[in-house]
DNA sequence: GAATGTGAACTCGTTCACAGCC
DNA sequence: GGCTGTGAACGAGTTCACATTC
């Protein structure tokens, strides 16, 4: 996905490829609920079960932040959770601003995984002026107004937009002008960034669309399944189909699009 | 020399890449917008461009599907999106459960890109008595005793789980049970699901902790951890933790806990 | 002339398998 | 013996570039 036209060399510094960048969040849950169990160390095998993926996978991905295993032994669950931490950057603390406080940016506010892991949330923002004031989680909403104060004032550099369609790309515009330069997008939009700003995105209904792909699939070959017809008819046959990727949980991010 | 696990003849003729089907729901959002705007044709150029990606990846993309376009002129949109349409599935109805209604499963539930696409959200599940009965979206929220009756009655196949992470197993448990075949998981753990169950999850925290990662990046790029010379964006918490080094911290583990 | 459709080259990611160390 | 770390083989996905068709 080409960041641009020829800017940066790519993998000049230390690259860690993205795909585990990717995983590096789900190894560090997994090692927090092992530290949580007071566990001391674990073998690939062991934290690859728990993390939903497989082992060689697993340690090709340490092997890229550095040699932080023993041999014969496994892995000191404390200090990694510190190197993966430090490697994502959370032992900083990020303060973010959601904006759009509707049913989903209330569940965003109210989400304790971001808390839990350096994120802050700093503000909520809405273009209701009905909302203004009334706290979500505890945070006092405000006024889209106030949206380039906030982000100076608290040096926010990450945007959450759970907007409706139409407002994301203006609230994304005025993030970026503001010094927003990561954007997470719940608004099923493209959002057109300059270079430099990163964008995810999260889709809700293209999951859902993924997974009908799927079904369609395993429901049977129906070869015709032409123009319109096919009552829905509950397909729920044990066709327990060979195309199999594995297993479980796809190691398949949602998309990413840095522009 | 077998490689060992040959599950099947490579790749069956009717295999659609994995990251192209991703990659569908993009180009049929952008073509509905396109249809709604009455336009006719679209070139792989422009449909490339409004769905953010580049138009030679587009265009292999429908190549798997089929040779729907017509050179020199470009793609019938109706048509496009009626082939993309069966292909993911979106001809058919697909009732679909939401279990765990709280912020988040309410935001599901009033997500408008869900019915508009073919799905229709057939029931609301949530384990607090409290909740039951209560209309979210227009529904009533029934009790997770009903899950598997709910399940069978409508022949549901795909089931949302939006718990919190504790009770997502189970809740997996259960569905799979019944007869649902495919999980879109907003729970924050990795769940284990027999053959033949697709499994996609969305982790909100995940996201922003890549996010983070590009950020943290960034912001040792530019200075050399300096005089706070950054835009808007110096996050909070003193940048001492620059990638420069990867010295052993030798007992003192910032610890990273969550709450 | 204009734009699709697609082999071929290339890049990125995953898996294998084993050397190296505890 | 057990487990990590990693080069090498393999496979998936992307981009190139051009023959092909309208």
């Not at 273009?127 to 203004?132: E, V």
Request: a negative charge.
């Amino acid at each position: 996905m080409a960041t641009g036209r020829t800017h940066r060399p790519a993998t000049r510094s230390r690259g860690i490829p993205e795909a585990t960048v990717a995983r590096l969040p789900l190894y560090l849950r997994a090692l927090t609920a092992l530290s949580e169990r007071s566990v001391p160390t674990v073998s690939s095998e062991e934290l690859a079960a728990a993390a939903g993926v497989n082992s060689a996978k697993l340690r090709k991905d340490f092997s890229y932040l550095g040699s932080y295993g023993t041999r014969g032994v496994g892995y000191d669950v404390e200090y990694l959770v510190y190197q993966i931490s430090r490697e994502l950057g959370l032992t900083q603390d990020w303060p973010v601003v959601i904006v759009g406080i509707g049913n989903l940016g209330a569940a965003l506010a109210n989400y304790g995984g971001f808390a839990s892991r350096g994120f802050r949330v700093a503000a909520l923002i809405d273009a209701d002026p009905a909302m203004a004031g009334k706290p979500v989680a505890g945070i006092p909403v405000q006024h889209t107004d106030e949206l380039e104060k906030i982000i100076k004032d608290n040096g926010v550099s990450i945007g959450v937009i759970a907007t409706p369609a139409g407002a994301a790309q203006p609230v994304c515009d005025r993030l970026v002008a503001a010094g927003v330069t990561s954007i997470l997008n719940f608004a099923p939009t493209v959002l057109s960034v300059p270079d430099g700003v990163d964008v995810r995105k999260v889709d809700l209904s293209i999951e859902l669309q993924i997974l009908a792909f799927h079904e369609q699939r395993k429901a049977g070959e129906e070869t015709a399944a032409g123009t319109g017809a096919l009552p829905a008819a509950a397909p729920r046959g044990t066709a327990a189909a060979d195309d199999s990727t594995d297993q479980g949980p796809d190691g398949d991010v949602p998309a990413v699009m840095p522009a």
